[in-house]
């Protein structure tokens, strides 16, 4: 983070608005991951499902998500799904016009289909691959966005692979230094990133990490982190992973990222997962990434943290006293629909 991005996350964070936004902007996906929290039961308050609600396409989508951005203005926006790519129309019309706003732009895909070379010009866009380990295991849950089509669908393009580490692949020696090896050799790669799977409190899933299996995941990270410059895992944030915030209210990422499911008025809490997660096995790369943030020292005993939720509290307040003295415009009218070129 640059200086002047930290200047403006904190006043937006003091003017009571989140600096981050999540949007599911297709409930889509043409695959059926065992322990996708995206299609988890939970995953919007237990009352309905993903897979339930409305959403849009072509025009209307890319209208109505522009409209959410010049609403909310924030300075990074994270582009999910289901799979984005599914409306990877509407995604060649957004990128630019998202770019052209200074918005920092994460498209979160299982690259099932062709990521453009061309994408690589926008000085603010990351587009992130997420990969389930090795070939066999990989293919064997993420068909059809097997190892032989991603490796096609990036061609050309600069990507960052992030990958979630599960009980079933933690106790294998060697399997994550294969699996950075094999990514850090390609040229279409930026950087590398890991979580630990984060589940629903009172979940059984066998994709859970024994806390003996957790600690060994992280000693595994430190050490590839000296061996593979691309693995982008530093010390700050394995610490987070070692004792992670306790609860929503105790995570900067949850507390800054407001996020948003496929019917584009839906709201998801208390973070991206949904429902009710388990804190006390957070693995998610975000909010570590935030947590070792928070814990930046400024002064003496003053962290980063201490400054973050003193202004948090100061800016809901702020916000909720404005909208009672003064109630908030109607809603801009969604622009009309424009026409997307047919490939």
């Not at 608005?17 to 599911?24: F, K, Q």
């Not at 951005?69 to 998202?98: A, T």
């Not at 208390?270 to 429902?275: E, H, I, K, R």
Request: aromatic fraction near 8%; proline fraction near 9%.
């Amino acid at each position: 983070m640059k200086k002047s991005e930290v200047v403006h996350a904190w006043a937006r964070i003091l003017s009571g608005r989140a600096p981050s936004l999540s949007i599911e902007i297709t409930k889509e996906c043409p695959l059926r991951c065992p322990g996708c929290y995206a299609f988890d039961a939970a995953h919007l308050g237990g009352g309905t499902e993903l897979r339930q609600l409305s959403d849009y396409k072509g025009d209307e989508l890319v209208a109505r998500v522009l409209a959410l951005l010049d609403e909310h203005k924030p300075l990074h926006v994270s582009l999910v799904g289901g799979d984005p790519m599914v409306r990877y129309r509407e995604l060649e019309q957004l990128i630019p016009q998202i770019e052209r706003r200074g918005i920092h732009t994460q498209v979160v895909t299982s690259a099932f289909r062709t990521i453009p070379a061309a994408w690589s010009r926008f000085k603010k866009l990351n587009v992130v691959v997420s990969i389930d380990g090795l070939q066999p295991e990989h293919d064997a849950r993420r068909k059809p966005a097997t190892y032989e089509r991603i490796l096609k669908s990036i061609q050309g393009a600069q990507v960052t692979i992030h990958s979630t580490v599960t009980a079933q692949i933690a106790d294998r020696p060697g399997y994550l230094e294969e699996f950075v090896r094999f990514w850090s050799a390609r040229p279409e790669i930026r950087k590398i990133w890991f979580s630990l799977f984060t589940p629903q409190r009172g979940a059984a899933d066998p994709e859970i990490l024994s806390p003996r299996q957790r600690a060994v995941t992280i000693d595994t990270f430190r050490r590839l982190q000296e061996q593979y410059p691309l693995l982008d895992m530093p010390e700050m944030v394995l610490r987070e992973l070692e004792q992670p915030p306790a609860n929503p209210g105790e995570c900067i990422f949850a507390r800054t990222t407001k996020t948003i499911s496929a019917d584009l008025t839906t709201p998801i809490t208390p973070c991206q997962f949904g429902g009710n997660p388990d804190c006390s096995q957070c693995g998610c790369i975000a909010s570590m990434g935030l947590a070792a943030v928070g814990h930046y020292p400024l002064a003496g005993k003053l962290t980063a943290g201490h400054v973050f939720f003193a202004s948090d509290r100061l800016g809901k307040r702020w916000r909720s006293l404005r909208d009672t003295l003064s109630p908030p415009p109607a809603p801009a009218p969604v622009p009309p629909p424009f026409n997307i070129l047919q490939p």
